[in-house]
């Protein structure tokens, strides 16, 4: 059984460019949550997919955009990337939005800003 | 608003020690607790969780913790460590109220584990 996946593990970006992330849910699950973890912090909520829809936001910027698509995949896009943005991104899955449900955290895509 | 305070930044203790990795919380509604675990270069596992009934609650590699609702903690123990528990550890609440399961982290604490 698989668990949750994400592309590409490292990825380096200059100032102004775009960057899109790539998760892959855990089977069985259809909700997918998104986190920004900055270097000594712990992570930070961005937003939640659920049934193709964003669900839920954090206090990020509309610089950072998501999709959902009918496997339950999901993307992160950021645009205009600052250097601030450079960070661990962390994607999670859960089941039917989960309260309570446990989430499932893949292994995290490191961007660095330069 | 939720917010969590992790006492240590880090926790330095010798193999075979017991060690306690100290959280509290504040929110104006309940809340569920969980402590998830971090090794380098990976993403997030879940140790333990509480939702409701005993406030004693038992993880994985022999983990536990204890809710203490008047203290508003979720303090996280190990009778004896092992040096495969160095690792980054992380408390974090969701209000019970939150359909969407929005995690709200404790800033971690850092357990390493010395021979």
């Known amino acids: 059984d698989a668990g949750v996946t994400q592309s590409p593990t490292h990825l380096i970006k200059t100032r102004g460019q775009q960057v899109t992330l790539r998760c892959s849910p855990k089977?069985?699950?259809?909700?997918v949550s998104w986190y920004q973890q900055a270097l000594g912090q712990g992570p930070q909520f961005i937003f939640q997919?659920?049934?193709?829809?964003?669900?839920q936001r954090g206090n990020f910027p509309d610089r950072f955009s998501g999709h959902q698509f009918p496997n339950y995949s999901s993307e992160l896009n950021v645009n205009a990337l600052l250097l601030g943005d450079s960070a661990l991104y962390l994607c999670?899955?859960?089941?039917?939005?989960?309260?309570?449900?446990?989430?499932?955290f893949g292994p995290g895509t490191r961007l660095l800003v330069l | 608003a939720q917010s969590v305070t992790q006492l240590d930044s880090q926790v330095p203790v010798f193999e075979e020690a017991p060690v306690e990795l100290r959280c509290n919380y504040s929110?104006?509604?309940?809340?569920?607790l969980f402590w998830y675990v971090q090794y380098p270069n990976q993403g997030l596992q879940l140790l333990l969780k509480?939702?409701?009934?005993?406030?004693l609650v038992k993880g994985i590699n022999g983990f536990e913790a204890e809710f203490n609702k008047s203290q508003t903690s979720f303090h996280l123990r190990k009778p004896s460590v092992h040096i495969s528990d160095t690792a980054e550890y992380f408390c974090?609440?969701?209000?019970?109220?939150?359909?969407?399961?929005?995690?709200?982290f404790g800033q971690g604490t850092e357990l390493s584990v010395k021979p």
């Open positions: 997919y659920y049934e193709e829809e964003e669900r």
């Open positions: 929110s104006s509604v309940s809340v569920y």
């Open positions: 999670a899955s859960s089941y039917r939005q989960g309260l309570g449900e446990t989430q499932y």
């Open positions: 974090a609440v969701i209000p019970i109220y939150n359909q969407g399961g929005k995690l709200i």
């Open positions: 509480y939702l409701s009934g005993s406030t």
């Open positions: 089977s069985g699950h259809d909700t």
